[in-house]
């Protein structure tokens, strides 16, 4: 089997395959020379509590100072009067958390320390990206040059980009562009985050305020092109002025940001047939808006429920590249990924919509979910990843959620 992608959602999958007869390839397919873009190493990644009970059964250790506890999750709109807050409490989880905001380095450098080491049946090599696919009824190949050449059962597509790939492999793809952008930055607040997530919706998108564990935020913010540029080349104070206006209620004034970054936001997914023996994971299956912060946690999920088809696969001496153990990743899978697109989605639109008289109706549908124990339950659960739709659910994601 091999695995295009060196990166968290790749190293997912090989520790959820642990102790299976598989031989597994990882390859880098990062162009050589690339830098990281400055900042980078501060990225963060929310992690949903099921997504945490996932890696602790994989013995994954995160350390404290990288991880920002979310234990309340505030959902309001610009100019409305209503919120809706979402607290640990409703899941009754012995974790006292929703979720967790960890730094991208910290969960690379954890799930790396738990990869087995390299042998016949484990490697690792950093060759780059593909130069050329061939596909074969019972295999398929992938070329590097230089006489560098893979021929595999499987190929799991995992380097959350696709470049050429798209081409050479015929993936299958639909989407759309935005004509938003993304400011992301890390921004402080007198005193603490008190463990709040804030997802606050404005005209132009979300603006999400995630805590970390330093006791700042990480800042997503949803810019018009025209906004994106007048903020690129602002100076901090008045980068902070322009935000400070739009910041959700109960939330003080901030007054530090630093790592400032912006790219463009656009949804896309991409399939394969069947009969193709190749299953693109995690961002190279879906790229969503960062609304929600569901992007790895859902390809985590997908993941895990690969790996479990996978082992089943094994320990009858199955094909593991068959195409009807591929069309039951695709079932099993299809309900939980059109659920999280259609919210992520569907609330990025409905709150772009013009003011009035959509904000006094999404002002009175978020009364109603605020009023009701069992919708904030139900939404709560869903967001941290402990209630799935039932024809997603796997053994594996049922053992890790009891899993202590």
Not at 378 to 383: E, G, K, Q
Request: with cysteine.
């Amino acid at each position: 089997m091999l695995i295009l992608g060196d990166g968290p959602i790749a190293h997912s999958l090989v520790l959820a395959l642990a102790a299976t007869p598989l031989r597994i390839c990882v390859v880098d397919s990062t162009p050589p020379g690339r830098e990281k873009s400055s900042g980078e190493e501060e990225r963060t990644v929310a992690l949903a509590l099921a997504s945490l009970r996932l890696l602790r059964a994989f013995d994954v250790c995160l350390p404290a100072d990288a991880r920002g506890p979310i234990r309340q999750v505030q959902i309001s709109q610009a100019r409305g009067l209503a919120r809706v807050q979402l607290s640990h409490e409703l899941l009754a989880a012995p974790e006292g958390v929703v979720g967790e905001v960890v730094v991208l380095d910290a969960l690379r450098q954890g799930l790396q320390t738990r990869l087995p080491p390299e042998s016949e049946q484990f490697r690792r090599l950093p060759w780059g990206p593909v130069e050329s696919f061939t596909w074969y009824p019972d295999r398929v190949r992938l070329d590097w040059g230089d006489d560098r050449q893979i021929e595999a059962k499987l190929l799991i597509l995992a380097d959350g980009g696709h470049g050429r790939l798209q081409r050479m492999l015929a993936l299958q793809r639909r989407g759309w562009d935005h004509n938003r952008y993304a400011c992301t930055a890390r921004v402080g607040v007198p005193g603490s985050t008190a463990g709040i997530a804030y997802e606050h919706f404005l005209e132009s998108g979300p603006l999400a305020l995630l805590p970390r564990a330093d006791g700042r935020f990480s800042l997503v913010w949803s810019l018009l092109p025209s906004a994106a540029s007048r903020l690129l080349n602002a100076s901090d104070s008045e980068f902070l002025r322009q935000l400070n206006t739009q910041l959700p209620p109960g939330l003080t004034p901030l007054r530090e940001v630093e790592g400032r970054g912006f790219y463009p936001l656009h949804f896309q997914q991409f399939s394969a047939p069947p009969n193709s023996r190749i299953v693109p994971l995690g961002n190279a299956a879906q790229t969503l808006h960062p609304l929600a912060g569901q992007g790895y946690n859902l390809g985590l999920r997908d993941a895990v429920t690969l790996a479990a088809l996978l082992r089943e696969a094994a320990g009858q001496a199955s094909d593991p590249g068959a195409a009807a153990l591929l069309q039951d990743f695709q079932r099993i899978r299809r309900q939980d990924r059109l659920e999280i697109i259609a919210f992520t989605e569907g609330m990025n639109r409905l709150f772009a919509l013009p003011p009035l008289p959509w904000r006094l109706g999404r002002d009175l549908a978020l009364q109603a979910v605020e009023s009701s124990p069992l919708l904030k339950r139900r939404l709560a659960a869903r967001l941290a990843g402990i209630d799935l739709p039932f024809n997603s659910r796997i053994p594996d994601l049922e053992l890790a959620h009891h899993a202590r």
